[in-house]
């Protein structure tokens, strides 16, 4: 552990939990608490309590003797005094210099929030109402959008809309990049103070000015603010035996919840599914617990991912146990460039243990691993310390999941067609009447019902159409 972590982790104790962190508050020794008269006074109390705790790292600790082999492993996380003195430096300049008065506090906090900002897109300090926050978000019922978004070049880009939002039904895609909130411009906000501005009391409006690819100018949605209630998983029948289910985020009850509904379907399906669609579109991820979960529901045994970090506590690997609950039924996956993080987990898995097919576009290639490191007031750490990969060892980080069958994004249009101009055998004067128990009603039924799925989902028609010819070859092959 480096010295400056171990500073800035003084006083809280982390117990780790699988994938994930949980902090316990511990006494401060009385001989350790510092009062100091200025900010200046203060930071140097840091650098000076740092060289107490461990001279060993100090660049400027006063010894004669030659450096043990203990110390000079522990050189790697040295963190020079040179580069303390420059954030000293800075800290106070910008206290007397600054056109108006900053506190401590806000001024401390900005410079944890750039540290965190500077790792990657996921790392972030949560204040005690982000982190609150995200703890709704994990248990699904929030106020705000209903739209997951990162960072990209100082802007806030949306890596999906969730199901049944105001964000959705306003048209938020994939992809958008929004560079307005109402009257501000998002450049120089940071993610956390974007969040707080689309969050907002029920049935207030805001204003996203949106670039999207294939718009020669940026598009203005004004939408609702809701309370957002997520029902992270969905399923019905598209055809009798033909199950199709929507998991639209992963949730601490997700695996639980897929698992009661494959029962219920199970026991709507006298003969048996013949077939399932697992529709993880515009799925931004979540639980890493809930991934696994998902797959493990489709898989009799092998691993389901694995991840690898620095820290010991980093290294993880889940892997299934049976039963598979669709009893070996053909699986369809659909994925496309809003499935992100753990719906990519689920994707590489099935994909990796050849359990299912992938169909649609290459997923988002969020591929690491974020840990809630919660602090002594109320807020926590959002912090990268592992990758994850799929079975086979790959490492989706922006790659993402290569489908197994591409389906570009298509509009499909009907064509009208003159009846008058399609003879049939059945508009021969005299032909053979066919056995009349065979209702051609129930006919033209399935056929309206499967127009319909095409000019409404072209990716879930197709995905059917792929399951049924599966659901056949597997028919044959038993039989023979």
Request: charged share 25%; aromatic share 4%; glycine share 8%.
């Amino acid at each position: 552990m480096s010295l400056f972590w171990k500073i800035a982790a003084y006083g809280i104790g982390i117990e780790s939990q699988g994938d994930r962190a949980v902090g316990s508050t511990v006494k401060r020794p009385k001989e350790m608490v510092i009062n100091t008269k200025n900010s200046l006074t203060k930071i140097s109390a840091l650098v000076v309590l740092a060289c107490i705790c461990q001279p060993a790292f100090c660049a400027e600790s006063a010894t004669s003797e030659p450096p043990t082999q203990v110390e000079q492993a522990g050189k790697a996380d040295v963190i020079p005094l040179d580069d303390i003195r420059i954030l000293v430096e800075v800290f106070h300049k910008i206290k007397k210099d600054y056109v108006e008065p900053i506190s401590d506090k806000d001024l401390l906090e900005n410079a944890v929030r750039g540290m965190l900002a500077g790792l990657d897109p996921h790392s972030s300090y949560l204040d005690a109402e982000g982190y609150l926050s995200l703890q709704q978000g994990t248990t699904g019922e929030f106020g705000g959008l209903g739209i997951e978004v990162g960072t990209e070049n100082g802007f806030l880009k949306v890596i999906a809309p969730i199901d049944d939002t105001p964000a959705q039904r306003a048209g938020v895609e994939a992809g958008d990049v929004i560079v307005r909130l109402d009257d501000t411009p998002v450049k120089g906000l940071s993610l956390n103070e974007a969040v707080k501005m689309m969050r907002g009391k029920s049935g207030t409006k805001i204003v996203l000015s949106i670039i999207r690819d294939g718009e020669d100018k940026p598009l203005e949605l004004t939408i609702v603010r809701d309370v957002i209630k997520i029902k992270s998983v969905k399923s019905r029948f598209l055809e009798p035996g033909y199950a199709y289910i929507r998991v639209s985020a992963f949730q601490s009850r997700t695996g639980d919840t897929l698992q009661k509904q494959l029962k219920e379907l199970k026991s709507k399906a006298p003969n048996g599914l013949k077939g399932v669609i697992l529709d993880m579109r515009n799925n931004p991820g979540g639980v890493l617990g809930a991934a696994v979960a998902v797959s493990d529901a489709f898989l009799n045994e092998g691993r389901i991912v694995y991840t690898e970090g620095r820290a010991q506590d980093a290294e993880l690997e889940f892997n299934a146990k049976p039963p598979d609950l669709i009893d070996g039924a053909p699986l369809v996956v659909l994925v496309n460039e809003g499935s992100a993080s753990a719906s990519e987990i689920v994707a590489g898995a099935l994909q990796d243990q050849k359990r299912a097919i992938i169909m649609g576009r290459r997923s988002f290639g969020k591929g690491s691993v974020q840990t809630i490191l919660p602090m002594n007031n109320d807020a926590a750490l959002k912090l990268t310390t592992a990758r994850y990969f799929t079975p086979s060892g790959r490492s989706i980080q922006a790659e993402g999941i290569v489908p197994d069958i591409l389906i570009d994004k298509v509009k499909l249009s009907s064509i009208e067609v003159s009846r008058s101009a399609i003879v049939k055998e059945a508009n021969l004067t005299g032909h053979l009447e066919n056995d009349p128990d065979n209702d051609p009603k129930t006919k033209k039924k399935l056929s309206e019902n499967q127009d319909g799925l095409a000019a409404s989902d072209f990716e879930l028609f197709e995905a059917l159409n792929l399951l049924k010819g599966m659901n056949i070859l597997q028919a044959r092959s038993s039989s023979n």
